[in-house]
């Protein structure tokens, strides 16, 4: 067995990136950063030389996960657990363009562990699932120009008062899981 697909573990670990989202207080330390509810994307990562990314996210509601061509405009969000965890949606330029109440697609508040999801955009395809592999899982997507090429960043938000957690990079030793 991967010791990287035992997520149950992964917050323990001292190889991973976590960015916990909280609702009363704005703080760093080390690899945790904890944000007040509906505070601005503030972390970015460079995606520009990829079209896809794996991350695991814990949390009761309202995991936000945004592709941006600069710091300010979002190209697309991924909702997931809107609506006290009820559905999760795709956003483009502020439209929804697409929506799920599949559990598949959902947190997993009943036991509050990391669950891995994935994103994936092409020139025409957006595309989000769940599973630690890109592809696998139930997926959720959406057909149009993407701007594929102007993708250059991507950020996590809450914007529920529950808090929620995101590993956005996880290796195992020394290997990337992206």
């Known amino acids: 067995m991967n010791p990287c697909h035992f997520i149950p573990l992964v917050k323990y670990l001292p190889w991973f990136t976590v960015i ?10 080390g690899d945790i950063i904890y944000l007040e509810k509906n505070t601005p994307y503030t972390q970015f990562r460079n995606v520009e030389k990829v079209n896809e990314k794996v991350f695991w996210v814990r949390g009761y509601a309202d995991a936000i996960i945004a592709l941006f061509e600069d710091r300010e405009r979002h190209l697309f969000r991924v909702a997931i657990g809107r609506d006290s965890n009820s559905r999760s949606a795709i956003f483009a330029d502020r439209n929804k363009v697409n929506e799920t109440s599949n ?6 508040p009943n036991t509050y562990k990391f ?10 395809t957006f595309m989000f699932g769940a599973g630690s592999q890109v592809g ?3 997926d959720l997507q959406w057909q149009g120009p993407t701007n ?10 809450t914007r529920d008062i529950y808090p929620v957690e995101y590993i956005l990079d996880l290796s195992c030793n ?4 992206i």
Not at 20 to 29: A, E, R, Y
């Open 115 to 124: 669950k891995p999801f994935w994103i994936k955009w092409t020139t025409d």
């Open 136 to 138: 696998e899982g139930v």
């Open 103 to 108: 559990p598949v697609l959902l947190l997993e």
């Open 20 to 29: 916990h989202l909280m609702t009363f207080s704005v703080s760093l330390k």
């Open 148 to 157: 594929a090429a102007s993708i250059r960043y991507l950020s996590v938000r």
């Open 174 to 177: 020394k290997v990337p899981i």
